[in-house]
């Protein structure tokens, strides 16, 4: 960049943080900054100095970023508008080239593709500049034409890569990741082979776990709304000679391989007449490559495919990177929550256990009403943690040893209020927090906290109720042994329509019948 000109850079977000660490980052970066939180504030700026570039996020109060690119092109056609978001979609990146944005990041952006993305659409405003002046001239038709032409490439280019990345928005193990990236592969590469290989040190090879064999033919296009469907791959000498060769080299390199066309002296067997091989990277270290070979017709690859098949890649690796922190935070905060109910647990001998036993009662039910293993889950989750609220009740009360008076009766049932609140200043499922909300609502509709009834109680609440009552008549208390079995069954079956579920009583006597609910009791294990 020129010393004796500092180009200025107009941020345009709602969020104080991004504004901060960009605005810092470019003027180290030598730029003059200028930062505003809203599209208003920002029209404010460009009528009182100079801008040469405007990053706007796209989703803004009072003004959004689509509108604010509008007014700027209105203003000054030549000036490069970025906008960033974190909602991709095909209407938006279409929104964005009629509003005259010349590019579009997805967050989270790095400042280092952010600084990439200034330098190019800088560049590009020379280019466009010098292109309105050669407009009234007979060669500036013809390099107008050519731009067109540029900006529609470009429109394309988005639509693959948003496409792309969509793919792996909601994936749920590493094994989808790497099954849903060969399948892209082929699709958007037309290439006959694809595998994916993880690399560990401990062993002299690299591991395939995940491949495509297709047949998209050379008419093909990049849908990724239509992935070809993924066969077994049959094991092939040629590919194997592929992977200990070639593999380990930009293993070794750390740098995508694209043979376009088979030579005597490139390493490729006879049989393979375009190979690519590109690695996956995890804070610079790699730890799979993906590739894709044609073997078959006049389909070879080029630098295009290469493109997009290391921007495949890097969305595959940020998507098994982000699964690994996502699991760890919530093993770490899981952990946390189940100390919580651990602490209370402490503070009343009851409840020692109590959480345990209604998790795999509720379970138990669950199983012998059918639901579902998502179903069940939530019961697991919801089951271990449905008196976590009592940590907010005062040990005068939770530990009375006998009965309790009207208003400590109404500090109780608090507890499953302050529960509910709890996961969700943690930001966690509204289903579960729900289920942990209602665990004490009665079917009647006389029960706590909301008095709800019926159908409005979730149903894998009312599960959880009557495994909650039974455990707590079947366990000793401070002021009474535990009941017989019989006196429980009895009260709990009084209790239909009125305290529980029919359905679900229905199910609890089943279970009890056929000896699963005694069977769990005596020895923990669920039938």
Same mark, same amino acid.
């Given at each position: 960049?020129d010393?004796?000109?500092k180009?200025?850079?107009?941020f345009?977000?709602?969020e104080?943080? $991004?504004?901060?660490?960009?605005?810092?980052?470019?003027? @180290?970066?030598?730029y003059?900054?200028?930062?505003?939180?809203?599209? &208003?504030?920002?029209?404010k700026?460009l009528?009182?100095e100079?801008?040469?570039?405007?990053?706007?996020?796209?989703?803004?109060?009072?003004? !959004?970023?689509l509108?604010?690119?509008?007014?700027?092109? !209105?203003?000054?056609?030549?000036m490069?508008?970025?906008?960033?978001t974190g909602?991709?979609?095909?209407?938006? %990146?279409?929104?964005?080239?009629?509003?005259?944005?010349?590019?579009?990041?997805?967050? =989270?952006?790095?400042?280092k593709q952010?600084?990439?993305?200034?330098q190019?659409?800088?560049?590009?405003?020379?280019?466009?500049?010098?292109? &309105?002046?050669?407009?009234?001239?007979?060669?500036?038709?013809?390099?107008?034409?050519?731009?067109?032409?540029?900006?529609?490439?470009?429109?394309?280019?988005?639509?693959?890569?948003?496409?792309?990345?969509?793919? #792996?928005?909601? $994936?749920?193990?590493?094994?989808?990741?790497?099954?849903?990236?060969?399948? $892209? *592969?082929?699709?958007?590469?037309?290439?006959?082979?694809?595998g994916?290989?993880?690399?560990?040190?401990?062993?002299?090879? =690299?591991?395939?776990?995940s491949?495509?064999?297709?047949?998209?033919? =050379?008419?093909?296009t990049?849908?990724l709304?239509?992935?070809?469907? %993924?066969?077994?791959?049959?094991?092939?000498?040629?590919?194997?000679?592929?992977?200990?060769g070639?593999?380990?080299?930009?293993?070794?390199?750390?740098i995508?391989?694209?043979i376009?066309?088979?030579?005597?002296?490139?390493?490729?067997?006879?049989?393979?007449?375009?190979?690519?091989?590109? =690695?996956?990277?995890?804070?610079?270290k790699?730890?799979?490559v993906?590739?894709a070979?044609? !073997?078959?017709?006049?389909?070879?690859?080029?630098?295009?495919?290469?493109?997009?098949?290391? #921007?495949l890649?890097?969305?595959?690796a940020?998507a098994?990177?982000?699964?690994?922190?996502?699991?760890?935070?919530?093993e770490n905060?899981?952990a %946390?929550?189940? *100390?919580? &109910?651990?602490?209370?647990?402490? @503070?009343?001998?009851?409840t020692?256990q109590?959480?345990?036993?209604?998790t795999?009662?509720?379970?138990?039910?669950?199983?012998?009403?059918g639901?579902?293993k998502?179903?069940?889950?939530?019961?697991?989750?919801?089951?271990?943690l449905?008196?976590?609220?009592k940590i907010?009740i005062?040990d005068?009360?939770?530990?009375?040893?006998?009965?309790?008076?009207?208003?400590?009766?109404?500090?109780?049932?608090?507890?499953?209020a302050?529960?509910?609140?709890?996961?969700?200043?943690?930001?966690?499922?509204?289903?579960?927090?729900?289920?942990?909300?209602?665990?004490h609502? @009665?079917?009647?509709?006389?029960?706590?906290p909301?008095?709800?009834?019926q159908?409005?109680?979730?149903?894998?609440?009312? $599960?959880?109720?009557?495994?909650?009552?039974?455990?707590?008549?079947?366990?000793?208390?401070?002021?009474?042994?535990?009941?017989?079995?019989?006196?429980i069954?009895?009260?709990?079956n009084?209790?239909?329509?009125s305290?529980?579920?029919?359905?679900?009583?229905?199910?609890? !006597?089943?279970?009890?019948?056929?000896?699963?609910?005694?069977?769990?009791m005596? %020895?923990?294990e669920?039938?």
């Open positions: 960049m010393s004796l000109k180009e200025t850079i107009l345009v977000d709602d104080e943080s $991004i504004l901060s660490v960009s605005s810092e980052y470019f003027q @180290r970066k030598g003059e900054t200028r930062t505003a939180s809203t599209g &208003v504030e920002a029209l700026i009528d009182s100079t801008i040469d570039c405007c990053f706007t996020d796209i989703n803004m109060p009072q003004m !959004n970023g509108e604010l690119a509008e007014r700027i092109r !209105n203003h000054d056609n030549t490069p508008v970025i906008v960033m909602y991709p979609s095909l209407e938006n %990146t279409i929104q964005t080239i009629k509003n005259g944005v010349v590019d579009f990041l997805i967050k =989270p952006v790095n400042l952010m600084e990439l993305s200034v190019r659409v800088m560049q590009q405003r020379k280019m466009f500049v010098e292109n &309105v002046l050669l407009k009234k001239e007979v060669e500036g038709k013809q390099r107008l034409e050519r731009l067109n032409q540029e900006l529609m490439v470009k429109v394309k280019e988005l639509n693959t890569l948003n496409k792309i990345m969509s793919q #792996f928005t909601a $994936i749920g193990s590493s094994k989808d990741v790497f099954k849903r990236a060969v399948d $892209i *592969a082929c699709t958007i590469s037309h290439a006959d082979m694809t994916f290989y993880v690399i560990n040190d401990a062993v002299q090879e =690299p591991v395939q776990v491949s495509s064999v297709v047949s998209c033919g =050379p008419a093909a990049p849908d709304k239509n992935v070809c469907k %993924t066969q077994p791959m049959p094991p092939a000498d040629r590919f194997k000679s592929l992977s200990s070639l593999i380990m080299e930009v293993v070794s390199d750390q995508p391989l694209l376009s066309q088979n030579t005597a002296n490139n390493g490729l067997p006879a049989e393979i007449k375009s190979a690519m091989i590109v =690695p996956l990277k995890i804070r610079e790699v730890f799979g993906l590739t070979v044609v !073997n078959q017709g006049q389909k070879r690859f080029s630098e295009k495919d290469l493109y997009y098949l290391s #921007f890649a890097q969305s595959a940020q098994i990177e982000n699964l690994a922190l996502y699991e760890n935070i919530y905060l899981f %946390t929550l189940y *100390a919580f &109910v651990k602490a209370v647990e402490a @503070r009343d001998l009851y020692q109590h959480s345990s036993r209604v795999g009662l509720s379970i138990v039910l669950g199983k012998q009403l639901c579902s998502e179903e069940l889950d939530v019961l697991n989750f919801a089951g271990h449905h008196d976590i609220g907010g005062r005068d009360i939770l530990l009375k040893p006998g009965k309790l008076t009207n208003d400590e009766f109404e500090k109780i049932k608090d507890h499953p302050i529960g509910a609140n709890i996961l969700e200043q943690l930001g966690l499922w509204e289903r579960e927090r729900k289920i942990i909300r209602c665990h609502e @009665r079917f009647d509709g006389t029960g706590y909301d008095g709800i009834k159908d409005e109680i979730p149903f894998l609440a009312r $599960i959880l109720s009557v495994a909650d009552v039974y455990d707590a008549m079947a366990s000793d208390r401070a002021y009474r042994k535990k009941m017989a079995d019989e006196v069954l009895k009260i709990i009084e209790g239909i329509g305290q529980f579920d029919p359905d679900v009583v229905a199910a609890f !006597n089943q279970a009890y019948a056929a000896g699963k609910i005694s069977h769990y005596k %020895t923990g669920i039938n």
